[in-house]
């Protein structure tokens, strides 16, 4: 069974600083998809970033970058210029398009004014 | 553009009381439906999936069940609900493989 696993349940950091959210996965699949979604505190689920597994170069989206590493089943979250408003709680998900997203536990980050 | 409408927002219930909880969603047709739940600080649990009317996979045995009676409408209901049922539920929609998935903005549901 596919897994997902994000080792820091919470993260803090200055606000304009660089952090960093990590994922890992478990899957014996060659090709897949991965996600990070944010939920704030209203709750909503809110797609960050998605990563192609056959695609080797990084996905980005503005402020948002992934450091995926494929033989590693790694796939990192980086936020540069950290903002207030970023401050929520980050899923890193997993599909290989059996219509199921499986979701890591989260990791709740916290930006400090 | 898609939207997706889920309701209530918030609700009350008592145990043993029956449940419905309703999503929608707009924009597109022949979506996959799911239905999670999210327990306090904790990651989804996907509780149930459809790829088309009248077709539900349930994910965990449970006192819930869900319907699609129509196309782009998604219900999970239970007959008794139970304290355990307490949580916050999210209803989510795709257009098929690999596509990532739009979530509505979910129910928080207390049972008293």
């Known amino acids: 069974a596919q897994t997902v696993t994000q080792s820091q349940p919470e993260m803090s950091v200055q606000e304009a600083e660089t952090v960093t959210l990590s994922c890992t996965y478990d899957?014996?699949?060659?090709?897949?998809?991965l996600f990070w979604y944010k939920q704030p505190p209203s709750r909503q689920m809110i797609l960050v970033i998605r990563?192609?597994?056959?695609?080797?170069q990084n996905a980005t989206e503005n402020r948002f970058s992934v450091n995926f590493q494929k033989a590693a089943k790694s796939f990192s979250l980086k936020i540069s210029d950290s903002q207030l408003g970023d401050t929520a709680m980050y899923f890193c998900a997993f599909t290989q398009g059996a219509q199921k997203l499986v979701f890591g536990q989260g990791t709740r980050l916290t930006i400090n004014p | 553009s898609q939207t997706i409408h889920q309701w209530p927002a918030t609700l009350v219930q008592p145990v043993g009381s029956p449940l419905s909880l309703e999503c929608t969603v707009e924009g597109t047709s022949n979506p996959n439906l799911y239905w999670y739940r999210q327990a306090a600080g904790r990651g989804l649990q996907l509780l149930f999936y459809?790829?088309?009317?009248?077709?539900i996979s349930s994910e965990v045995p449970q006192n819930l069940s869900a319907s699609r009676p129509q196309d782009r409408q998604f219900i999970l209901s239970s007959k008794k609900l139970l304290l355990s049922d307490s949580g916050f539920y999210l209803c989510a929609w795709d257009r098929g493989q690999n596509q990532p998935q739009h979530f509505g903005d979910g129910t928080r549901l207390s049972i008293l």
């Open positions: 899957t014996s699949e060659n090709n897949y998809y």
């Open positions: 459809s790829v088309g009317i009248g077709q």
């Open positions: 990563q192609e597994a056959y695609k080797q």
